[in-house]
Structure formats: structure tokens, C-alpha cells
């Protein structure tokens, strides 16, 4: 191993990227990815290859070609540049956009999910370019917009082909200073429910759509929650997050519209799950053909894996030991870009960024600049010695 790999940017330096990071506000739903991918392009040295994509007039992506000694193959580090909303401005002590800095610490909206992973990326691709040296293969870093929604960027640059001939990549997302090799899927499904009205002293005359809404959900979760199970990651979930029925105490409510976030590990089959609830709708129509029922699907992203002893795991891992991050093998509850960039593919990825998953959309979010550091070594450290 070559101490001189690693490279690891002070804690001046760290702070110097995140605070103008941070201080650019992209929360959803407006995301303005536009300013803060210019900004970007302004930190970084311009004979660097930028390509800029256009979504809206205020949103974009970008992707930092670093051209490679032959031109297929290569790397890819992935970060987004929206955050969610700022909810409950009264709990906070500080603005959120505000980045203040108390000792190691930075608070503000993103600082974990996930604007300090952009900073080590940034912090990366500087180091790269000081080095005066060309990688063996391409290593793009992709800078996504729309990722806290419907990821548009992640799905624009997938369609634009510039992660076509990518053999590895690196999801900078918060892991808790260790490195994830796995996501929980997310399967989003809304199932609306149509019954009959009545006086609620005479609900035989009616069908109560709320009642039957609570059947299908019971049913579901039955069928999803005891099935598959995972070393890492646990069961699948079933959550109702948004149910709405009803106008009146009493009267019986003719309609019904549920939502619900079920999370899958690896192995589940969503389209098992979609067969299974509309079997269970037509169970329940059987029932009584005077309800109708019907289920759309809202989001669909498939669990994902890394084999722990594949040969780009064990290599990152290495890397993580030297630059003083766990090698403890982390799985990641939430769904990240890889979700709808792996989808017909099986590319080894990795999940590893500075910050603490938990932070992500809390009041008071912050991250430890140190970490920052570390996973800016962490990256430098994997280019040096298996792209040069």
C-alpha cells in the first residue's frame, strides 16, 4: 500500500466546501440543483469534462467525466444535490441554511443526506486533478437532482447512457461510518375502495369502503411482513402512511383511499407482492360484489446487494480499515439512486458517505467535518490504488 494514495483535506477544507454546499437552499419540492451544480462546476478546476443536464429551468444534474487511459469500464461515485423540506423551522437552533459550525460539527439542512458526501466527492475530484495523473479507466462523478422524489436526475443520466460501461460504483449516501452493501426495496402501492353509504344506525343498508380498506391492509400484511428475512436487514415492512375515508361519524363511508410503503429485502419479488394485492382485492369483491377495488402503483424500487466477499467489496473495505472507518457491513433502510439506475443490471455497488443515516430529515441535521475527511480518504484512497 502507498501512503501517498490517501489523501485526507483538513478540517478547514471540509468546512470550506459543505458550508457553500449547504448554504444553497435545494429542498424539494422547488430542488434548484441548477445553482448549486454551477457552483459546483466553479470549486473544481474547468479542464475537468462537465456535463450539465437540464431538467427544469431551476433543476439540472451534472456529471464530472475524468477521461481514463482506455475508455470503457470504470468507476462511478454518485451524490444528490436535493434535500427535503425544512419542516418544524421553530425547532431548529440554527437557520437551516444558515451552516453553522460549533467545534467539528456543522448543522443545516443536507449536512448528512446528503450534501457532506457531495463535499468528499468534490474534495475527491480536486485531489484527482492535483495529482497530474490520467486513471487507467474513467471515473465519473454524478451529481443528481430529484433524488428525495421521483430521481430525475439518476434516471436522466441513465437514459443519456453515461454510466453504460460502469463496472463499479459508489453511493456517497450517509452510512454511519461504516459501509453498506445493501438497500431495503420500496414499493409504494394506493388502493382505493368503493362502497355504499347509509345512516350509521342501519349499516346493513350500506358498505362500509373503511372497513374493507382495513381487511385489504390486514390481509397484505399477512402475506408480505412473515416472508423473507435478511442477516442484515431484517423483514419486510408494510406501513400505512395515508388512509382517508369517511365525511361524517355518522354516516357509513362510500369511499376509501389507502397508501402504503412496503419495504422489501433482497429476495422479495414486488411483482409477487402486486399479484398479492390484487388477488386480495378480488378476494374481498368476491366477498361482497357491491365493493369495487382497485390498486395502483405509486413507486416501485427493488431491494438491492453486494456479496460481502465479492472482490470490490473486500477492496473498499481494505480501504475503509486504513482510512479509519469500520468494516463492519451496514445495510441501508432507505432507498438510494442505485434503485433505479441497477434495474436490469447487477453492477457492485457500495454505500458509503460521511454522516449518520439517522440525521437524514431531522430538525438540527449535522455532520461531523471529520468525517467528511475520512470518507474524502476513503475515496482517494480506492482511485490511487486500483485506477492508477
Not at 59 to 69: F, I, N
Not at 322 to 347: C, N, V
Request: aromatic letters at 6%.
Amino acid at each position: 500500500m502507498r501512503e501517498e494514495a490517501g489523501y485526507k483535506p483538513t478540517i478547514e477544507e471540509c468546512r470550506e466546501v459543505l458550508e457553500r454546499l449547504v448554504r444553497v437552499d435545494t429542498c424539494q419540492p422547488e430542488g434548484n440543483e441548477g445553482e448549486i451544480a454551477g457552483l459546483i462546476m466553479e470549486m473544481l478546476p474547468s479542464r475537468l469534462e462537465f456535463h450539465k443536464l437540464e431538467h427544469t429551468a431551476r433543476r439540472a444534474s451534472l456529471v464530472v467525466k475524468v477521461e481514463g487511459e482506455i475508455g470503457e469500464g470504470g468507476l462511478a461515485l454518485i451524490g444528490h444535490l436535493d434535500t427535503v423540506a425544512c419542516s418544524e423551522q421553530e425547532g431548529w437552533a440554527y437557520p437551516p441554511h444558515q451552516a453553522e459550525v460549533k467545534g467539528d460539527i456543522l448543522y443545516g439542512r443536507g449536512a448528512a443526506d446528503m450534501k457532506g458526501g457531495v463535499a468528499a466527492m468534490i474534495l475527491t475530484l480536486r485531489q484527482i486533478v492535483r495529482s497530474g495523473k490520467k486513471p487507467s479507466k474513467p471515473v465519473y462523478f454524478c451529481f443528481t437532482a430529484d433524488e428525495e422524489s421521483r430521481g430525475t436526475g439518476i434516471c436522466a443520466i441513465v437514459e443519456e447512457k453515461y454510466l453504460d460501461q460502469v463496472e463499479e460504483v459508489v453511493i456517497c449516501e450517509p452510512s454511519d461510518e461504516k459501509i453498506g452493501i445493501c438497500e431495503k426495496g420500496a414499493l409504494w402501492l394506493q388502493t382505493a375502495v368503493r362502497g355504499r353509504s347509509s345512516h350509521a344506525s342501519r349499516p346493513e343498508l350500506g358498505v362500509n369502503a373503511v372497513e374493507y380498506g382495513i381487511c385489504f391492509v390486514e390481509k397484505l400484511k399477512r402475506a408480505v411482513e412473515g416472508k423473507e428475512s435478511h442477516a442484515i436487514l431484517g423483514h419486510n415492512t408494510v406501513s400505512v402512511t395515508r388512509f382517508h375515508g369517511g365525511i361524517m361519524t355518522n354516516i357509513i363511508p362510500s369511499s376509501a383511499e389507502i397508501e402504503l410503503d412496503i419495504r422489501t429485502v433482497p429476495g422479495t419479488s414486488h411483482d409477487e407482492i402486486i399479484r398479492r394485492a390484487g388477488e386480495i382485492c378480488e378476494e374481498i369483491m368476491d366477498m361482497d360484489p357491491a365493493v369495487h377495488m382497485e390498486t395502483e402503483v405509486l413507486n416501485n424500487r427493488p431491494a438491492l446487494e453486494t456479496p460481502e466477499d465479492s472482490p470490490f467489496v473486500r477492496c473498499i473495505m481494505e480501504e475503509a480499515e486504513r482510512a479509519g472507518i469500520s468494516t463492519e457491513p451496514k445495510g441501508l433502510y432507505f432507498y438510494t439512486d442505485a434503485s433505479q439506475m441497477m434495474t436490469g443490471r447487477q453492477i457492485p455497488f457500495v454505500i458509503a458517505g460521511p454522516g449518520d443515516d439517522a440525521m437524514a430529515h431531522c430538525v438540527n441535521e449535522h455532520i461531523s467535518l471529520s468525517s467528511v475527511g475520512r470518507y474524502t480518504e476513503l475515496y482517494s484512497r480506492y482511485i490511487m490504488e486500483h485506477y492508477y
